[in-house]
């Protein structure tokens, strides 16, 4: 009877902690838990990183455009495929089904490609999209795909700073088109450069108040904020000290942080434990009454 029990109650337990696990956001509980070195040859760079939810692994692509590789939490290498025609890729996205959106930055333009690990891709192969004139090194610094609207959040650096939403229809092949529209002046975000953008909407549940906010990463000021989509900053988290050369941020189903920069070193950040809410407390005491019970009988 005991475990039995066990086994009926933890069923019901399980969907609790599972939606409890990353029900919301706050910078200000997260911890820099560890810094490892990713593979300097295929990773030289590294200037952008996105979770792919499928394999529940990282991949990264340099400013370079050699390579996008694929690693795990420890920042072991686990596979690469080799990028060739590409001058400044400085954001990249997964969007589902083995395939990602990188971007180049001084072009750009976003390019669709399906990973083959192994495999190779030259950037004149692949169908793409113009998200704004060709323009000096102070273009398109990230890019997040947002699953929800089908939509894309894109960040320019500088000169102007954007914060945009971006509709884009890649088409078969060849080049697509795209519809570009502001999504929130950012100069009221206080950020020297803007360098990356991940959708929260990935790993949040629809429900959540915070499922529809933005990470941004700003390399010139070392600093990670929490935004609205209407652009009010939420939370924030510095490594200033650590880093000056970060460009690249995501984040996996754990709610855990990741960012890269050119050394090539990834940071993990980790949110505090979350509390066990009143109702999962009062489902473990009777967990644990029904175990009394069981040995009661005995």
Do not use: C, H
């Not at 793409?128 to 060709?134: C, E």
Request: hydrophobic share 40%.
């Amino acid at each position: 009877m005991k475990i039995r029990s066990l086994l009926a109650a933890s069923i019901l337990l399980a969907p609790v902690l599972a939606s409890a696990q990353v029900a919301s956001l706050d910078l200000s509980n997260y911890t820099l838990t560890s810094t490892v070195s990713l593979p300097a040859g295929p990773a030289a760079e590294a200037s952008a990183v996105t979770w792919n939810w499928d394999s529940n692994t990282l991949f990264v692509v340099g400013d370079e455009g050699d390579a996008i590789v694929e690693i795990d939490r420890n920042g072991t290498l686990l596979s690469s495929m080799s990028l060739s025609g590409f001058d400044d890729t400085e954001g990249v996205t997964y969007i589902g089904g083995g395939r990602f959106v990188v971007v180049e930055e001084r072009l750009q333009d976003a390019y669709v490609l399906t990973y083959t690990a192994g495999g190779s891709a030259s950037r004149a192969s692949l169908a793409s999209a113009s998200l704004g004139a060709t323009v000096g090194n102070v273009g398109l610094e990230g890019i997040s795909y947002d699953p929800v609207t089908g939509q894309y959040i894109v960040v320019k650096e500088k000169t102007p700073q954007q914060v945009n939403s971006a509709t884009i229809n890649f088409g078969t092949g060849g080049t697509g088109t795209a519809a570009v529209t502001s999504l929130f002046d950012p100069t009221g975000l206080g950020l020297l450069d803007l360098s990356d953008v991940q959708v929260l909407s990935t790993v949040l549940d629809p429900s959540s108040p915070d499922a529809s906010n933005l990470l941004i990463y700003s390399q010139e000021s070392a600093r990670l904020l929490e935004v609205s989509r209407t652009g009010s900053v939420l939370s924030m988290y510095s490594l200033a000290g650590l880093t000056d050369s970060a460009e690249g941020v995501t984040i996996d189903a754990n709610g855990v942080i990741y960012i890269v920069d050119e050394g090539p070193n990834m940071y993990v950040l980790t949110p505090a434990p979350v509390p066990l809410p009143a109702a999962a407390w009062l489902l473990l005491s009777g967990v644990l009454g029904l175990g009394g019970f069981a040995r009661r009988r005995k």
